[in-house]
């Protein structure tokens, strides 16, 4: 049974004294294991009464027998549970493996050699791995007390004089030594599952944010982070994560089914509620400790029938490419550190995994959540599927989070006809206190990270696949792409567009913005991304710009204003207010915006006439996306034709339109908060095609004109249809 102070008793728990085992015992054992010395594959085939006088056959040659791999899975399978069988064990497997209760006896062996083999290697590793790090601190120590100075006299300070806090870390760095001793002894005598080797996390640092600039400008993936320095859990942690994970499942059912008094409707909307934070205490006194001081709670659910069956949905989770694609507005990395379970064969019942994962909104002024937590996927008895995350932050003390994902995860029941039900929670403590002024309505409603969010953007993405499936496309629309072929090649090059869209808009701390001027809301920011031998970009310099403004104005409105072909030379500088056509279209979903284009601008200007705009236009009730990217003619007779789309080179820039919060427009906006938009520009241009050219302050003047210069003409446009 799990308790709240499991975490401080891990070690009580789990490192096993074998200081008073028998010594007669470990000799006999190390005399059995060290009987042969060969392969567990390949063993020698028992003697016979004939040639057991080595003196009667001197040159007689000895068999040997390779096990079927049949045989060595099962014998893999025993050994795990048990290294040592007796007789009779080893007759009763002989007989199910059809082998000799000897040839049992001597894989065993060879196997058990192996095991002490690997243990001996790794206890090696990591004692000189540690030898390392104390001769690096006694260096340090001595550096110190050579440089030591009197506090009185400023003057330099003798051996006996040293500070409090020196003699305080010396007598810690034996303490380490000791404790570094018995450990290893302990490891010694160890026998069981081999061990992997992890790097210490504490030798990468808690640093989270990149600070390598390139000049005055931002670089894009050009140091560690957090995230990065991640490892997997130990050995001694990974019990404590398979209870824990089975816990927050429990805490996850129960928060997804029960109404009042767990949760509350608000008194303004009787379809949004709320939890109750004292009823949740009651209710769950197990879990992940106390909410850390200076962090809030946010929490939410929600329920939506989507047109996906259930095990696609099941997949699309815990497969960490899929589930980062498919819900890339919100995830802006993830990566699976370790895999503790697969599940049953053929499905995820049982899976489990170690994961990482950095949460975003697409605006540089809301800072991500990074969370280290546990995914556990389980079938329940009535058929439903549960996925369920919880925070790990606790197992690793060295870790100073600011966000801690208590249980949360969704519910998926099958429905007819393909399609599921799914109820999702999001609870979380976050300290959200560096997120900008004009987002804070938003992150504080929920919107920007909660349920909401998570249960819409999956309907609209379910909704695509669909479409993407689609086999019975009316040929009577013009524009309409009919082939098979030509509709998934576009649409795979239009799923490309979108994932490098998002992956760089955010405030990820896998990149650097820098602010061109102050601190403002609509400031320009900037960063540089080299890009070398990448058949989807063009090689070069590539600079990116993005800003973020409010507009009194729906969030529907505006994206209707943005995705419209006819209004786009109102805002699209670079289109030389020529006449944009829509030559074809692939349907999204049931929204009409949700679609892909491909549209040409008809300018005068003839270096353009040769291009065409691929556009995905997007929209839910959590907000909006308008992304485009040139292409040429060239490139995209290929993609219509079913060719391969990896190869078009694309820079995709757009608008990220959210709401400002969970008000309504009644008309007259007049602040934040109340019903307008907050809307994202970010534009991706290559300011020179020679990767390791240094960047012109030139082009980042003409890039922020640019930028500014569209936001004015959207504020005026929009302006100018709302009087």
């Not at 104005?553 to 289109?575: A, G, T, Y």
């Amino acid at each position: 049974m799990f308790q709240p102070n499991m975490f401080e008793n891990l070690h009580h728990h789990h490192l096993v004294d074998m200081r008073h085992t028998n010594t007669e015992n470990n000799l006999d054992m190390l005399r059995d294991d060290d009987h042969d010395s060969k392969s567990g594959t390949d063993i020698m085939e028992a003697p016979s009464g004939n040639d057991q006088d080595s003196n009667q056959h001197p040159n007689k040659k000895k068999r040997y027998h390779r096990h079927t791999q049949h045989q060595i899975q099962e014998m893999e399978a025993f050994f795990k549970e048990c290294p040592h069988p007796d007789d009779k064990q080893r007759k009763e497997l002989g007989r199910r493996l059809s082998l000799e209760p000897l040839q049992i006896k001597f894989w065993f062996q060879n196997k058990r050699t192996q095991m002490k083999a690997q243990h001996e290697r790794y206890d090696n590793t990591q004692l000189r791995s540690e030898n390392e790090k104390l001769r690096a601190e006694n260096i340090r120590f001595k550096e110190a007390l050579s440089n030591a100075a009197c506090p009185n006299c400023g003057g330099p300070a003798a051996v006996g004089e040293m500070s409090f806090d020196e003699q305080h870390l010396r007598i810690e760095n034996a303490r380490l030594r000791e404790e570094i001793d018995r450990i290893s002894g302990i490891a010694a005598k160890y026998v069981g599952k081999p061990t992997l080797t992890y790097p210490d996390v504490s030798s990468h640092g808690p640093s989270r944010s990149l600070n390598s600039q390139q000049g005055m400008v931002g670089e894009m993936f050009g140091a560690s982070d957090l995230l990065r320095s991640m490892v997997g859990p130990t050995e001694t942690e990974k019990p404590i994560i398979v209870e824990l994970a089975v816990t927050a499942m429990e805490e996850l059912i129960r928060m997804a089914q029960v109404g009042q008094p767990l949760w509350v409707p608000t008194s303004d909307n009787s379809s949004h509620e709320t939890l109750s934070e004292d009823e949740y205490l009651r209710s769950f006194p197990r879990g992940i400790g106390p909410k850390p001081l200076g962090l809030k709670s946010e929490a939410s659910r929600e329920s939506k029938v989507v047109i996906m069956n259930h095990r696609t949905l099941v997949e699309i989770i815990m497969d960490v490419n899929q589930w980062s694609n498919v819900f890339c507005g919100i995830i802006s990395r993830a990566m699976t550190l370790e895999v503790l379970s697969t599940g049953v064969a053929g499905n995820y019942n049982g899976a489990m995994q170690v994961m990482t994962a950095e949460y975003q909104v697409p605006s540089p002024l809301v800072p991500t959540r990074e969370n280290y937590f546990v995914r556990y996927c389980k079938q329940q008895d009535d058929g439903t599927w549960v996925v369920v995350d919880v925070s790990l932050d606790n197992l690793r003390s060295s870790l100073i989070s600011r966000c801690r994902r208590r249980p949360s995860g969704c519910l998926i029941q099958e429905l007819p006809n393909g399609y599921s039900k799914v109820t999702w929670v999001e609870h979380i403590e976050v300290d959200d206190g560096s997120v900008h002024d004009i987002y804070k309505v938003l992150v504080s409603s929920g919107l920007a990270f909660g349920a909401k969010r998570w249960v819409a953007t999956l309907e609209r993405q379910c909704e695509r696949f669909a479409s993407a499936m689609a086999s019975n496309i009316p040929a009577g629309d013009v524009g309409v792409i009919t082939t098979p072929e030509g509709r998934k090649s576009m649409m795979k090059l239009a799923e490309r567009m979108v994932l490098s869209f998002c992956s760089g808009v955010g405030a990820s701390t896998a990149h650097t913005w820098t602010a061109l001027s102050g601190s403002g809301p609509d400031d320009v920011r900037v960063m540089t991304r080299k890009s070398m031998d990448d058949p989807g970009r063009p090689p070069g310099i590539v600079l990116s710009a993005a800003t973020s403004f409010w507009l009194p104005i729906p969030p529907k409105q505006v994206f209707e204003f943005l995705r419209d072909e006819n209004s786009r030379s109102e805002w699209d500088i670079l289109s030389n207010c020529g006449l944009v056509q829509e030559m074809a279209h692939i349907a999204n979903g049931r929204d009409p915006g949700n679609c892909v284009s491909l549209l040409r601008v008809n300018s005068a200007n003839s270096s353009q006439s040769n291009m065409l705009i691929l556009q995905e236009s997007s929209s839910d009730p959590t907000g909006s996306y308008v992304i485009y990217a040139p292409v040429d003619i060239a490139s995209m007779n290929v993609v219509l034709s079913g060719g391969d789309p990896d190869y078009v080179a694309l820079l995709p820039s757009g608008f990220a339109i959210l709401p400002d919060g969970p008000g309504q427009y009644e008309g007259g906006v007049l602040e934040v908060g109340t019903g307008g938009s907050l809307i994202t520009v970010a534009f991706q241009i290559l300011v020179d095609s020679v990767p390791t050219a240094k960047i012109s302050l030139g082009s980042v003047a003409t890039v922020n004109t640019l930028i500014k210069c569209t936001v004015e003409r959207i504020k005026c446009a929009v302006a100018s249809n709302n009087p």
